[in-house]
């Protein structure tokens, strides 16, 4: 079963509102967790590193202001795209590691905003 | 800037043929390197690569790393058409750990 659940799967949104994202990592602790873009035919893109309990590090070319990420627990990371505009529109994935468990990466399921 | 570079960015195979997909990385401070199938979802996990020369495997597929060459290969045996995907190779480098992505390579295996 999934160990970073993410949701919503699938949202649609209208232009000028703001949607948030949750990435929940069900059954390990995650200082650490990352949020990636992915565009149609392409490769992800790493977004930013959020932090838990301290401000997400934004990577270049990523307006923070507008992708505001908040890591309140252990197990929670919130990716909110505000006053989302159609080009917006993307798959959205998070990722944390799990260091007890030999390191590896999982990935949530990811989210499809579709901003109309 | 840390980089991944994958190669070939597609390729077209028959079931049954045996097929080594390519990945090269730069990296300041290499620690791993992982390989990710992407169907229509968010990867999944296949390898993670820390040592030289030493083949991980798993069913048909298997990888490998060469330190050396800064490379890594994935092999796939008897292809089957569930095995069509985009292989995605990354290293972590990114933003604390946060991985660097190759552009992946899309994988299409016919009847």
């Not at chain 2, 199938?37 to 991980?56: D, N």
């Not at chain 2, 069913?59 to 890594?72: A, C, P, T």
């Amino acid at each position: 079963g999934a160990v970073v659940s993410q949701h919503p799967s699938r949202v649609i949104c209208k232009s000028g509102t703001s949607v948030k994202i949750e990435c929940r990592s069900l059954d390990f602790q995650a200082t650490t967790m990352f949020w990636y873009r992915q565009f149609p035919k392409q490769s992800l893109m790493l977004m930013a590193t959020s932090n838990e309990g301290s401000k997400a590090t934004y990577e270049q070319g990523v307006e923070k202001d507008k992708f505001l990420i908040n890591h309140a627990s252990l197990t929670l990371s919130t990716l909110t795209v505000t006053s989302a505009h159609p080009e917006d529109s993307s798959f959205y994935i998070c990722s944390a590691e799990d260091r007890v468990s030999g390191n590896t990466i999982y990935f949530g399921e990811g989210s499809w905003l579709t901003v109309v | 800037e840390d980089k991944v570079v994958q190669s070939p960015l597609s390729l077209v195979v028959h079931e049954g043929d045996t097929v080594t997909l390519n990945c090269s990385y730069e990296v300041t401070n290499f620690r791993s390197l992982l390989w990710y199938k992407q169907e229509k979802k968010a990867p999944t996990f296949l390898f993670m690569l820390t040592s030289s020369g030493i083949e991980k495997k798993s069913g048909r597929l298997s990888s490998i790393l060469d330190k050396k060459e800064l490379s890594s290969i994935l092999n796939i045996t008897a292809t089957q058409t569930g095995d069509s995907a985009i292989y995605l190779c990354a290293v972590p480098g990114g933003g604390a750990d946060g991985l660097t992505f190759g552009k992946g390579t899309h994988l299409i295996i016919q009847p």
